[in-house]
């Protein structure tokens, strides 16, 4: 043990000077993280960009690491004869493990102990930080694998990257003759078997690797080691063109997300009051859209019972359409309501007694359906059944903030301040800068999510809007385009909301009055807050949809 901690140490200090560059490299990436978040300025999307690019540029040369591997392997050559490690008593495995034991230090414990303050400082859960600290690894054992495999038959720098070059270059090349062969083969690849044979020809790839490695340091065969990587290649390529046996990968996790999805829904049913009732169903086409292209089905409802200061807001929504001969289509449903968040706000200081607001909310289902389904809908109605998670929402907390680059106010695993504040004539522009936890893992959830329509839980936004001193809502503010980056499992994104003074009845200017309560407004965060979730199923039998319409 004390002869392997010695050769830790021995290549740790002859790494030391690429080692604080390397660091630095991590921590450079981080400052400008940490730049994007704290920048007071006001639309400035040059900086955004160049700050952007910059921890982009960062973190790619993070990955000349790899140098650092062949530098650290290479320091007791495993090609050759000459090597000075063989005239000592050290065995190959020893050297190994020695080798091993020292890349774990560079590559799993430094940048994880660099990052860590990042991540502190924004704000993640132990358990995001676990993700993000595991997600970090995985991305930079990636490069240690790599470089372990060329580093390990070559017996220089030089010959170290022509090979890395090689076999980089080799990777596309290969995709797209596998590609090529799939298709002069008439091949068609069901999206399970497709990810099974991706998966396998990974894992075989990086057994086939640790094989190689290990055959290299405890035999020093070069020219065996070489046949090994070209046989593993070959395997590679068969299993994507032959690989006969589904995984059913896409399956198993597209039902994992669902069962969480599901598990997330309340027993519960609509609260005490509230109706739900279908009014019609028709389907939109597009003027200029193909005949065999999907289209759109709308499902109008009226609900009933809705108090006018609260409105739903939907989470899960699945719906089916079924015949009786078996024949099935079913996908996820968005929503169109016509209520919003901005007309909470203006309807909280009105008498809700009135007639007009007790009026049912109008609430439209929408679902984009193959054409053959269609079709067959507007000749034969069908069984339409709509599962739907609904929260009723209320307005929460509102709060004034200072018309001016302020401190960051955090919510759950959300991060927000307001990064800069210009007031120019009828116009203000307040930029925005939000930050929150960006796992890899939560990217693939989400899209799954997507596929599925089975949305997340409803979480509470927040808002920002001018308000004039008594109370009233003078604009909710525009929103511009959203930049966003990603910085060490964090993604940073910028928005600049424009507000403008009221204008006059029939006039393209607003009045000067309009202006001046423009620059006595109050920018306020408003927060909103779930009275309750429940389930609600909406079933039509059946369902007769109105003749196809062009938008």
């Known amino acids: 043990m004390n002869l392997t901690c010695h050769i830790v140490k021995k290549d740790l200090r002859a790494l030391r000077w690429p080692l604080v560059v390397w660091v630095a490299l991590i921590a450079a990436k981080l400052v400008m993280g940490v730049m994007l978040l704290t920048s007071d300025t006001t639309g400035d999307t040059e900086l955004f960009e160049t700050l952007n690019g910059l921890s982009k540029l960062l973190a790619g040369l993070e990955f000349l690491g790899i140098v650092l591997v062949a530098v650290l392997i290479q320091e007791d050559m495993l090609v050759g004869t000459t090597a000075f490690w063989v005239t000592r008593p050290i065995s190959g495995a020893r050297l190994l493990a020695a080798k091993l034991l020292g890349l774990g230090v560079v590559f799993v414990v430094l940048p994880v102990l660099v990052t860590l303050p990042w991540w502190l400082g924004c704000h993640l859960s132990l358990g995001a930080m676990v993700g993000a600290a595991l997600e970090t690894i995985g991305l930079h054992l990636l490069?240690?694998?790599?470089?372990?495999?060329?580093?390990?038959?070559?017996?220089?720098?030089?010959?170290?990257?022509?090979?890395?070059?090689a076999l980089l270059a080799a990777i596309p090349l290969l995709g797209a003759s596998i590609a090529f062969c799939l298709s002069r083969m008439n091949a068609v690849v069901p999206s399970d078997l497709a990810t099974t044979r991706l998966a396998l020809g990974a894992g075989v790839a990086l057994l086939g690797a640790a094989v190689v490695i290990i055959h290299q340091f405890l035999t020093r065969r070069i020219w065996r080691s070489v046949s090994m990587i070209g046989a593993t290649l070959a395997v590679v390529v068969l299993i994507e063109l032959v690989w006969p046996f589904s995984w059913r990968i896409d399956s198993h996790w597209n039902s994992f997300l669902a069962h969480q999805a599901e598990q997330a829904w309340p027993a519960g049913t609509a609260p005490a009051g509230l109706t739900f009732t279908t009014t019609g169903a028709e389907i939109r086409r597009r003027a200029d859209a193909k005949p065999d292209r999907p289209v759109q089905l709308w499902v109008n409802c009226l609900v009933g019972g809705v108090p006018a200061d609260q409105m739903l807001v939907p989470a899960v929504s699945n719906y089916t359409l079924s015949w009786a001969d078996g024949v099935t289509d079913e996908g996820w449903s968005g929503f169109h309501f016509d209520r919003s968040f901005d007309t909470l706000l203006t309807?909280?200081?009105?008498?809700?007694?009135?007639?007009?607001?007790?009026?049912?909310?109008?609430?439209?289902?929408?679902?984009?359906?193959?054409?053959?389904?269609?079709?067959?809908?507007?000749?034969?109605?069908?069984?339409y059944t709509l599962q739907t998670r609904f929260s009723l929402v209320a307005v929460g907390t509102i709060e004034p903030v200072p018309?001016?680059?302020?401190?960051?106010?955090?919510?759950?695993?959300?991060?927000?301040r307001v990064a800069g504040v210009e007031k120019e004539g009828e116009v203000m522009a307040v930029t925005l800068v939000r930050h929150r936890p960006a796992l890899i893992s939560y990217y693939l959830a989400e899209m799954g999510s997507y596929v599925l329509g089975a949305g997340t839980n409803w979480s509470p936004p927040t808002q920002y809007v001018l308000m004039s001193k008594a109370g009233d809502v003078l604009d909710a503010g525009d929103g511009g385009p959203m930049r966003t980056s990603r910085v060490a499992s964090v993604e940073v994104t910028w928005e600049t909301r424009t507000y403008r003074a009221m204008k006059a009845n029939g006039s393209a200017k607003p009045r000067w009055e309009a202006i001046e309560a423009l620059e006595a407004a109050d920018l306020t965060r408003v927060s909103y807050r779930s009275l309750g979730s429940f389930t609600q199923t909406i079933k039509v039998d059946p369902m007769v949809v109105s003749a196809p319409a062009r938008n």
């Open 143 to 165: 490069v240690v694998v790599l470089g372990l495999l060329m580093a390990t038959v070559t017996d220089g720098l030089g010959r170290f990257m022509l090979w890395v070059v």
């Open 347 to 383: 309807r909280r200081k009105l008498d809700l007694t009135k007639e007009e607001f007790k009026r049912p909310a109008f609430v439209r289902a929408t679902q984009v359906i193959p054409a053959r389904i269609a079709n067959r809908l507007a000749q034969e109605p069908a069984v």
């Open 403 to 416: 018309s001016a680059p302020g401190r960051r106010v955090v919510y759950g695993v959300v991060g927000e």
